[in-house]
């Protein structure tokens, strides 16, 4: 059954026997746990990771991290390839939450327990260690009314990732929290590169353009990039995750704000939960991991 966003359970996974031990804790005891991330080109998760590892080294677990680099295809092999090593859980920050749904089925056909991390996974998953996007994007609507008015852009992140269709949801709710409306829209795909080139391509199509979305920090560096010198003057940009560059934008008066989650305690709570699945231990159905809104005002605050 695919996990929804509702009310925290709890269930037990199978019990599985543990093999090749790497770890040396109480609590993790002789469990190698899989992670395989989206990508490692993007600082939110090499964050999540860094959560992760810490988790997994406190738990005495081994954990071994696998990189999709966006490709679906890849990730699906990468998944299938973690079933054959025997590892005890799999933890799946899935590319493509649609095309996921075959690493999923290995997992279960393993009888291997599978978390979900940051993105929703189409299949059979023990837990779900996410936060909530679409409250998010309704927070980065608030925030970039806040700062303009007139006609604004959105730039999207990869398609089929549940995290772009939920921020999208999400911002277009909170729309009616200010005079802001939006005229233009294109695909980035989560990549600043892409967010320097869509912006640039939008701005020549729509030169009276206030304010910018990007649903994630990443499009959003891209899209200052290409505004230059306009960037927090003449158009406000919002953006998303809290990365540490993230941050040094909003500093720099180049980022009017950014939705954070918390990438390092979404890796660590994922870790969590594997290990309990692992064990065969109750495990949390949906953890939900708080967005916070980071802007001029608080930024002192989250910079390390």
Known sequence: MKVTRRIALTLGAAALVATGCSGTGASGGDITIGLAVSTLNNPFFVELQQGAQEMADKLGAKLTVVDAQNDATNQINQVQTLVTQGVKAIILNPVDTKQSAPAAKAAETANIPLISVDRAVEGKVAAEVASNNVSGGSLAAIELGRATSGDVAHLKGIPGASASRDRGQGFEQGLNSGNIKVTASAVADFDRAKGLNETTNLLQGNPGIKGIFAENDEMALGAIKALGAKAGK???????????????????????????????????????????????????????????????????????
């Open 234 to 304: 003449d158009v406000m940009v919002v953006g998303f995750d809290g990365t540490p560059d993230g941050l040094k934008a909003i500093q720099d008066g180049t980022l009017a704000a950014t939705i954070a989650q918390q990438p390092k305690l979404l890796g660590s709570k994922a870790v969590e939960q594997a290990v309990h699945a692992a064990k065969n231990e109750p495990v949390q159905q949906v953890v939900d991991v708080e967005v916070k809104v980071i802007n001029q005002k608080n930024v002192a605050e989250f910079v390390k």
